[in-house]
């Protein structure tokens, strides 16, 4: 595609609910970063992927937090009995060449 | 972790006025990135400087990278209001954002 797509654009989740928010990054782009954003704030690094491995993933904040990318290519982050301190903006970014790409976001608020 | 510092962290100003914004760091990098980002959107890259002292100018913005390559700032001259946004600066390749300068410019 022409931009790094996210779904769903907004995510309204119970507490204790899953979710899975998806990132189709750049056609042919390696690398592929999550980050999560509180309003004002600058963007937190979660984990990045280089094609199909994880090669970083020290800024997911717990283990509820689960992020793949089986093919390199879409990845999923997944967060699992959702907590109302983890509404925020989850940013998915791509790169190939340095440049990074970022998608708009997908908002999830937990209530 | 929040390696890199931005002041202020708020800024609101009228339309024609100028302004600088900070990026700090204890950390050398080989070289930092702007980002500007609007409400609802993902940060959009603004330029990379990479050469310790070095100073790009992208049309009212100029942007100088610090000679120890540990801060960085970015002036805008006659701010409009369609400069309101998020600045941020990352370092290259560190994966980290600063914490974020918030410039609102009033008409």
């Known amino acids: 595609g022409a931009g790094v797509s996210q779904s769903p654009r907004y995510k309204v989740a119970k507490r204790g609910q899953d979710v899975a928010l998806r990132c189709d990054p750049i056609s042919g782009h390696v690398s592929l970063f999550w980050y999560q954003q509180a309003l004002g704030q600058g963007p937190e690094f979660l984990t990045y992927?280089?094609?199909?491995?994880?090669?970083?993933k020290s800024g997911l904040p717990s283990d509820r937090f689960f992020a793949e990318r089986p093919e390199g290519s879409v990845s999923t982050l997944k967060i699992q009995r959702t907590q109302q301190e983890d509404s925020a903006v989850y940013l998915c970014?791509?790169?190939?060449?340095?440049?990074?790409?970022f998608g708009e976001g997908s908002w999830l608020t937990v209530v | 972790t929040q390696l890199l510092e931005q002041s202020p962290q708020f800024l609101s100003i009228q339309e024609g006025e100028n302004l600088t914004v900070y990026c700090n760091s204890s950390?050398?990098?080989?070289?930092l990135q702007w980002y500007r980002q609007e409400p609802g959107e993902g940060p959009v890259l603004l330029v990379t400087?990479?050469?310790?002292?070095e100073v790009k100018k992208l049309k009212r913005l100029t942007f100088q990278f610090g000679d120890a390559r540990k801060d960085s700032s970015l002036h805008i001259t006659a701010a409009q209001p369609g400069d309101t946004g998020l600045y941020l600066c990352a370092g290259v390749g560190q994966f980290y954002f600063g914490t974020g300068t918030s410039l609102t410019v009033i008409p």
């Open positions: 950390s050398v990098f080989s070289s």
């Open positions: 970014a791509s790169s190939l060449f340095g440049t990074i790409y």
């Open positions: 992927f280089q094609n199909e491995a994880q090669l970083d």
């Open positions: 400087v990479v050469t310790g002292g």
